[in-house]
Structures are given as structure tokens and as C-alpha cells.
């Protein structure tokens, strides 16, 4: 079992005095800067921790999560605040690690596809500091979030399809545990079957099982030649439909994405633009010349077959990067369809074949709740995302949304799927987890208990604490 | 820390007697029995269980588990003992399960493009299966052995450049822990952000952890076009360097496999083939008719750069398949160079751009200790391989191998690489594994004696106990 809840204890003050003496000025205790820790973009409510710590090495991190133990004081880390499911929440109070100050590229190996970043990069500036190496990094949650955070969350976003997770990209990692040791899991190898993957565990473990501080991570080369296309369809199904037969003639697009009606709508308002108002997808092609022309002429003839109409290409970068920005602000185009609301975002993913009647289901459903909801899917993956658009004040609003949040998890599990694809458990599906993994959530557990034995690491999040 | 290492007791009888209530004659107690599940395919010495336990069902082996639990004897997985590092030999004496007769294919869905299978289905047997479906499972490590031993020791083999390992491979797992309990992980989704990664602290924990019974799989659609590739190089480096600019360029190479002079020499002989005796490289090619034609004018083009010659193209099946059979007989090719031998197989594999350095010193090293030793590697990913044939009762020999042995893996480590790129740590490497890991051997141990308190899972394996 997980140890008891920490309760807060009177030597926080003596702790902040320590971090203080340490830190200096990087150690605060404003409140702006609380409030602004312990929030990320989603619904849920914000929990400010008692101090941020603007840690700049891991060393640094390693002794602040030392004196944090020797106090039994909680640790939350924080990267860039752009989770969704209330990670940086402090729910016990502690102490925030802050890690964007630790925003170093460490090292590029172009021979190897490869580079080390401390964990406070983003993806953003990561690519930039790649742009003149011919290489870039392809994992695109919608915000720039920090690489740290997107190792703890195990993130994913548009280009999963072809160059898969963070599972898949990271090669290795430097992790301070829970007391305050530092270790170094993985190598620089491709592959290897050395022990157990103590990568992969650290991976998506949202800051419960140790603060991890670099990444190692998998490069890829620019391909020759890119282009986009975009395509209206009859009806969800349709386009599901098309991207079904494009996974399974192995055609290898590197983005497959789904907008419905409505979440269009909102792109066409919020981006400028004048797509046709049906569901759409939006195709990205890799490859050579002749490879992303033969990609492109074959997932035509799919569309076509299944109704698709005005197959748009964009081969010109400007007109490509118009159109995937307009995607990637998906999340804050579907916000201002309703000024001052929030969103209540979720995902959860299917197997594919599951996929039109899991979205076919769901707007049905959340047609009848009375809260605009737009979807958007990495349907490549499987994977879908509402965004429910609420007044959080409102009690009853937030009830209805969080039924419908409850149905749709709900379907998922039943059709074989799981209730996060992308975004996490934080504290907002701890339910939703216990649900769909069973027993193995106490093996879960059972791990949370050897590798931090008081509970201080991120507590309440991913298993109850 | 680990429980402490685990004496036969005197109640091993009694357990017999409980699991032959059980089981009736497929709890087998005779001596070639015991000695054939003693012993993997390696040059370590055996040691047989104490009984071996032919399990049909999870459910089964749920129930075996327990009773092992209760008596405090060990448990010892075996699927088609074909592995390279001693995984199987039952160090501390107990109940060997063999899961050979859970051999059911559960579950295809083609439309999905995974399946799931029992732990006892070898990859040949998946293959069959899936013949009439246009799909095929694309791991293939020389033998053809159980999905259950390939997902226990985080397996991989020539395709693992482009289609990855058995880390990419699993979706979810049927595992039975060590207190018999039965535990599913992961879900049918594609990717997942459902907290803890338990499907992959699974995949390459050996057995000791707890047994994999089921295990569903990613498959891929079987590609329109095939072809391969065979081109000698002047030099080993003049490979590596053709497979590094290949790899860069992003050419989506389905395998890229490097046998230098002595293999080649070796398959020629065994597979009554006629291969120029210099270090080869072996490519496969997948894809559309014209996406494998461009694939293979681009990489003939790098290879011409780099002194290739002889370029042969086999794109009948025939052709294709006489030689990748050869090259899957390698290891068997090698041992023929030698009658009467054992090979000390191992493998290492380094960040691709030392692949070349570590190739040429360790050639240069093993050319002078007086054994022959066949080198052939999965050059794509940084992986290869050595196979030292020696006489196993010459103690000089075996020592001589093992100093080899020795400095081939502080070679690989000091590259920033991996002490097994894909055999498995077993019993062979644990000394290796501490120098690779260093603390984070540490965290392992901790986790090892959350979920095997007693150290009854297959003990010491992977780490010492």
C-alpha cells in the first residue's frame, strides 16, 4: 500500500528557510508565482503549492528533493503548466520544482539521430536548435510543452501515427528518486535488453516515482519532401472509414487527423479560414518526391471511395504550416466559441476499428447535454478529444459535462480502449484508471510504495494517495 | 533488497505430490525431462528443476504459482529454451513451468492489425496463422521461439530497424504475479497515457517478476512488394558506413544485416550458398513496386560510394527467402565452422556512429585468442553479434572467451552503449548489467522485491540474488 497522506507540517517554514538559504531569490514564495504553479490549462480547480523552487541543475533538484524528504514534504514538479488533467496541482501543499530554468540542449549527435535536452526544453526550442542539423523531433502535444513534462505525461500529438509516443522516443533518462539520488536509466543504444526498462516506468509516471531531469531522446531526419492535404467527408464514419483502409495498406502518413463539423467550425473562426463546415481530415505525407506523390494518389482514391470531397493539397510551407497552426490550435479555437468559459478537455482511444462507432456514439450523446463540445482526433492512433465548454462556476454545467465525461470513458473501456490516450491521469481520471486497469493497479501501487516510500513524489496523483 | 536466495526445502516433495494431484502426468518428474528444460542454447552448463510443470491455461498456471508460493520453491518459466543467456536454468532447484502447450492463437483482428496470443505460440506458429490474412508479425530473433520467451526477454532480430522489438511490438499482457494472482495490463488501444507502464516492466524482466501467459500484439500489413539485397564492401567500416547514410537519409529500410568475412565464409559453407568472402551487407526492402525500386537505387547508390560490389537483387521468393534462411542460420552456420563445439554467443550494441570502431577493435582483439568467432550483426539499430566456439570442458578456452567476452562488453559500454542488444541478461551478464547500470541496478532490486517478496520468480536471473 501506498504510504498514509502526508499531512503538512509545521516545518514547512524551517524547509523554506533551507531552500531559501540554497536558492536565493530562485526559491519564492509570491503569490502570483504560487497561484500561477499550481494550475495548468484545464478545468480543474487550482491547488498553489507553499514554495517554488527555479531549480537550474540536476544536482540542484537532487538536493532540494533531499531536504524535502528530510522534512516530509511533498515535491510537485512543473514544467510549462500545459497539462490537462491537474498534474502540478499541489494537492498536499510541498514544494513545486520548478524545471524551466534548465533549459539547456546538452548534446546533438546528427550520426546518431540523437540528443540529449535537460528536461526543461521545450519541443519548440528543441527543433529550433535542431533547424540547421537537418533533424527534427516530431512529438507535438498541442502546447509547446516542456520535454520534461511530456517524458512525465508520456505524451503523443499529431505524428504518433508514424514516429509513435514518447515511449518510443525516449532512449534514456536522468531521474532524481525519491531520495534524492540520481540515476541514469537507458543508454545511448537503440535497443537493449539489459534489465528491466526502467525507462519506460519513469516514462508517463507524472512525477510520482522521482523528478526526471534529462532526457535522451530519438531524432529523425527532415524528410525530402512533405505535403498536406485536407478532406471533407460525408460523415465521421466515412473519414474513419478512409483512415482504416490507409493504416491497414500500410500507406506510412505521418499525420491523420480528424475535426468534426463543429470543431471546424471553431477553426474556421478562430484561424481565419474557410474549410467546408462536414467532418474533415487533414493528411500529412514524409517521404521523397515520388514517395509522398504515390502516398498522396493512393489516400485520394481511398477518400474518393468513401465520399471525401474538395481534396485540398498544400505542397507550399506556408500554406502547410496555415493549415497544421490552425490544427494545433484546435484546443484554443474550440474556447472561443464560448468567450469565458473553460474547457473540460479529455481523450481516450480505441482500437480503430471501434473508432466511428465510439465517436458516432459520443456525439450523439453530447448532442443532447446542451454544452458546445468539438472533436478532434489523432485517428491514425485511434485516439479522440473532446473538449466540453463550460462556466466552472457553474455547478450544474460541470455535473452534466462530467457525466458525459464519464459516459465516454465508459464506451471506450467497453470497446477495448483506454480512458487517456494522450493527456494523463493527474488527479481528474484517477476513477477512470482504476477502472479500466483492475488488479494491476495495485501492482501499480505496489511500485509507487517501494520507490517512494513516504509518498512525497507529486502525491494524489495517478493512484490515490 | 531481494529476499535472501531461497534453499530447497523439504516440502518439495509434498509440492511434487500437490502438483501431480493436479496436473496428473503433465507434472513431470524424469530425468531427461528435467535435463532438457535445464538448458538454453548456449554454452551455459544446465541445471535442471526439480519438476517440470506443463501448464495449459492461465488459470493453470495461476494455481501452480500459488502452491510454489506457499512452499516457498522457486518458479522457473520455459518456452522453447532457445535462449542465449541461462534464463532457464533453475538455479535454486524448483518447478520449471513449461508453457508450450498454451500454443492458441486467441484472437485476430485484422481490421485492428493486432491479435492476441497464448505464451507458448512461437513465431513461425503466429506467422502460419496469419497466413490468409495479409498480415504478418515481423520480430524474429534467430530461433524460432515462443511470443512468451521473446516477450520476456525483450527479443528483436533483423526487421527491429524499421518495425522495432518486442518493447514496440506488445500491447498488453496476461501476467501471473508472484503471489498467483492474475493481472492484465495495457488495453487494446494503440498508445496509452494510463499511468504506470507495467506492460513494458514486464517485456524483458526475464520471468522474474512474474509469468507471461497471454500477450496481444501489434501486426503489420504484409507490404505489396518485397526485395532484397546482397553487396560486398571492402572493409567493415565500408559497410557500417553505407548503413549509417541510409539510416540518415531516412530510407525506410525493412532489415540491414552486416556478416563479416569469417560468417560469410561460414554460411557459404552451411547453406551451400556462393557469397564473396568480405564483410556483406544483406538489405530487405519493403513497400509499393515503385517505393521498393527507389528504396533500392538509393541505397545502391550509398553503397557504390562506399566500394560495394557484386550489388545482387533477388526480388523471386525463392530467391529472398534461401537467403534469409541463411542468414537466420547463422549462429548454426557458425557452430558448423567447428564440430563438436558450443558457440559463446553474446551480443552488444553501441550509438550506430561507433558501430564501426567497435566492430574493427573487437575483430582485431578476437583474431587473436586462437577461437574462431563469426561475427554478423543488425547493423541498422547498432546491434551484433559474436559467436566464440569453443570446447566447453577446456577451461583455458572457456577462459579465454570469457576475457574476450569481457572486453567486447567495456568496449560497448565506454561507446555509451548496451551490454545485450537483445539476448537478455539471464545469469550470463548480471556482472555486466551492474557495470552498465550502475544505481539504477539498485532501483531494479527494489522493484523486484515489491513484487517477488519471497524471490521465488525465476531467482537469480537479471539481478543477483
Given at each position: ?42 478545468w ?8 517554488v523552487?527555479?531549480a ?57 539521430l ?10 519548440k ?39 509513435g ?27 537493449s ?44 464514419r ?23 463539423a ?17 467532418p ?68 481516450v482511444?480505441?482500437p ?27 485517428v ?9 465548454l ?13 457525466a458525459?465525461?464519464?459516459r ?42 517501494a ?15
Open positions: 500500500m501506498v504510504a498514509e497522506p502526508v499531512a503538512r507540517t509545521t516545518s514547512n517554514a524551517a524547509l523554506i528557510a533551507e531552500l531559501t538559504d540554497m536558492l536565493g531569490d530562485r526559491l519564492s514564495t509570491g503569490r502570483a508565482i504560487l497561484d500561477q504553479h499550481g494550475k495548468d490549462e484545464s480543474h480547480p487550482a491547488v498553489p503549492p507553499d514554495a523552487a527555479f537550474r541543475s540536476t544536482e540542484e533538484v537532487a538536493a532540494i528533493v533531499r531536504r524535502c524528504a528530510a522534512h516530509r514534504v511533498p515535491v510537485v514538479p512543473f514544467g510549462t503548466g500545459t497539462a490537462l488533467e491537474g498534474g502540478v496541482a499541489a494537492l498536499r501543499g510541498g514544494i513545486c520544482i520548478d524545471i524551466s530554468h534548465m533549459n539547456e540542449v546538452v548534446r546533438v549527435s546528427p550520426e546518431d540523437d540528443c540529449t535536452v535537460q528536461a526543461g526544453v521545450t519541443r526550442q528543441l527543433n529550433e536548435h535542431l533547424r540547421d542539423t537537418g533533424l527534427f523531433f516530431p512529438i507535438d502535444p498541442g502546447a509547446d510543452a516542456s520535454i520534461g513534462g511530456m517524458t512525465a505525461t508520456r505524451a503523443s500529438g499529431t505524428n504518433a501515427v508514424r514516429y509516443t514518447m515511449k518510443d522516443a525516449v532512449l534514456g533518462l536522468t531521474v532524481v528518486t525519491a531520495d534524492g539520488s540520481i540515476v541514469r536509466t537507458g543508454t545511448r543504444a537503440r535497443k535488453a539489459a534489465g528491466y526498462d526502467l525507462t519506460r516506468l519513469f516514462v508517463g509516471s507524472e512525477g510520482t516515482l522521482g523528478v526526471i531531469t534529462e532526457i535522451t531522446l530519438r531524432l529523425f531526419g527532415i524528410p525530402e519532401a512533405i505535403s498536406s492535404a485536407s478532406c471533407a467527408f460525408p460523415s465521421v466515412a473519414a474513419v472509414d478512409t483512415v482504416i483502409q490507409t493504416i491497414q495498406m500500410g500507406i506510412p502518413v505521418a499525420r491523420i487527423e480528424l475535426l468534426d463543429l470543431q471546424v467550425r471553431a477553426v474556421n473562426a478562430y484561424s481565419k479560414l474557410d474549410l467546408i463546415e462536414a474533415m481530415l487533414l493528411f500529412e505525407f514524409h517521404g521523397t518526391d515520388a514517395g509522398v506523390a504515390e502516398q498522396a494518389e493512393l489516400v485520394g482514391a481511398i477518400a474518393d471511395e468513401h465520399g471525401g470531397r474538395g481534396f485540398q493539397w498544400a505542397t507550399r510551407p506556408e500554406d502547410r504550416n496555415r493549415l497544421w497552426a490552425a490544427r494545433h490550435d484546435a484546443f484554443y479555437a474550440a474556447l472561443a466559441l464560448r468567450p469565458g468559459c473553460r474547457g473540460m478537455p479529455t481523450d482511444c480505441v480503430i476499428s471501434r473508432l466511428a462507432d465510439c465517436i458516432e456514439e459520443t456525439r450523439a450523446d453530447i448532442d443532447t447535454i446542451g454544452l458546445l463540445t468539438p472533436i478532434v482526433g489523432h491514425g492512433d485511434g485516439n479522440f478529444h473532446l473538449s466540453i463550460l462556466d466552472p462556476d457553474d455547478a450544474e454545467e460541470v455535473a452534466i459535462a462530467e458525459a465525461h464519464e465516454l470513458v465508459n464506451r471506450a473501456l467497453a470497446m477495448g480502449g483506454t480512458c487517456t490516450g494522450e493527456h494523463g491521469i493527474g488527479y481528474g481520471k484517477i476513477a477512470y484508471l482504476e477502472r479500466e486497469q483492475g488488479p494491476a493497479v495495485g501492482l501499480m501501487r505496489t511500485i509507487k510504495a520507490l517512494d516510500p513516504q509518498g512525497l513524489m507529486n502525491p494524489g496523483k495517478v493512484l490515490r494517495s
